[in-house]
């Protein structure tokens, strides 16, 4: 009952949440200035009638309340509304959402691979040379920008030695995604490791893992079952949460890339004022955030069975 | 990355032995070094532009554009036929001066709030863990595209404040989290029994004791900050030309890479370089306010 009653609670919460980013999303792309009319028109002179109709159309005109509860009412019919071009703004997402999972998931994959292999090696030959130079290379690939990293592997890698896709999608997955996922990853892997790495040490330490050792089991069982789960914990949140980021899609990836996906959209949606597809967008990648951090309450519960109790 | 699951909120005032012990530490001296000259880059950039020769980061000749090391000019011409080390050098002052002013910002919104959270709980502690919780779910970077897309104007003064604005609730929750672990301890309980002030409880005795984990954050941030405004900037929506800043020094090389790579390595080295001793010099001050360290 506990439990049930704690649900309700987070849900709420996350309802609160939810509309407070929505709206000050909304109130950032409707209410600051820029206007979306004179964008459409380009160089060209509007006449004011057209504007005004224009604006008509669009709900421009009404208060900036009236329009986001237009906006709200819309979406819980399933509507994100659409473009000052009249494409429907899901429509636009639909062919963007699967190069964004395609990247996020292959660059997190990578991410939960090599960051966790890198802190449990670290954990057990902790203090060697092993251990230090490891923490050395992961800080050090997490303090060059990812674009820095992004554009210059791109050149090594693509132009020069020509061993991946430059860019675009056209030779589809893995190919296309290998280096701009790896780019991500490489950026993750500290924090990863980290985390994996002062768990581990803090569990080798740990009174059951004593007591197994005193029951005779062998190290790759101690190792492989009670520490390696015990440990998985803080690396857990912390991916979780990142896959949650990952797909809003990495704006500045997808550019250099030239992967049409969700970050790339929303990018081009704020530089032309299409305020709607803007919305539109976040909305989807909030909606995302907030599902990965019930998954990280989820992940939380089923690997810490102390939770369950509460 | 900020890592803010490895900060614990230690009630334990700065103790001064350990700070002293840590601060003759290579771990510190070296980061605070490199950090130190960067600063000294950022007021006096036009001394350390012209050790080299040519101290003048406008005085361009485009029959040299990108041509490599030369007399004078040791780190080679960027695309405009401009000193590539001159350049560097003044556009440290923007991403220290942003790196600083946006952390100020979002370290001073998050004492506010968080000791309002902590220290008072009850509606005001749910209204700051909603407002937090709302700005930590803006994805990466969006809500400050969006802001600055529609400022005309974007000096580092006005990336830094909405970089500000946008970067507070981390912070904020650990001064939250901070500040209720200090609130019930002995020497509260006795200051309140005192009659005094709640200003006087706060400043005196609950925050002093209460911000050491913030300060190892607050430095961290710092490179955080620096990576945002030359990502922003990359995307064209931070710092705009004519202001010199690593971040477009980076956009320009980026696009002549292939033949001309110094002008994107030069700035890239010192970018990361600074981030690298911002995260040193906060791992040094980590370990050396870490109580479980305390010899």
Redesign the interface.
Known sequence: MRLAAKTAQRLA?LA???L??TF??YL??FA???DPVRALAGDKPLEESTVAALRVKYNLDLPIWQQYWMYLSGLVHGDLGSDFKGRPVLGLMATRWPVTIALALTAWAMEIVVGLTIGVVQALRRGTVIDHGLLALT??A???????LG??SQ?VFG?TLGWLPVAGVRDGWPASYILPAAVIAV??L??VS??MR?AMVESLSADYVRAGRAKGFGPGRVVGIHVLRNSLI?AS??LATDLG?LL?G???IE?IFNLPGVGNL??EA??THEGPT?VGV?TA??VI??ATSVLVDAIHVGLDPRLRRA | ?L?I??LEPVAAPVRRSALRRAVRHWTFIAPAAALGLLVAFSIFPSYFAGLFGNGDPRACDLGSSADGAAPGHPFGFDVQGCDVWANVVFGARSSIVVGLVATVIGVAIAIVLGTLAGYFGGVADQVVS??T??FL???????A???L????DRSPLSVSVVLGVFGWPLTARLVRSSVRSVRGLDYVVAATTMGLTTRRIITRHVLPNALSPVLILATISI?AVI?AE??LT????GLQAPAISWGLQ?AAG?RH??TAPHI?IWP?VF???T??AV?MLGEALRAALDPKNAA
């Not at chain 2, 897309?149 to 005309?152: I, K, P």
């Open positions: 919460g609160l949440v939810f407070g980013v000050v999303i950032a792309v600051l200035p820029g800080v050090l997490s303090c060059v920008p990812v674009f820095v554009v210059v050149q132009v950026f993750g500290s924090a980290r985390l002062g803080p949140t912390y980021y809003g990495t704006v500045i550019g929303l990018f704020i530089r803007v976040s990648l909030i955030f907030l | 990355m890592d699951t490895a909603r407002l919780e709302v779910g803006f994805p990466f970077l969006l809500g595209i969006v802001v897309n529609s400022v005309g490179g990576v030359s990502s990359y995307l064209g929506v980076i980026s890479f292939q994107l890239s970018l990361a370089v981030v690298l995260i």
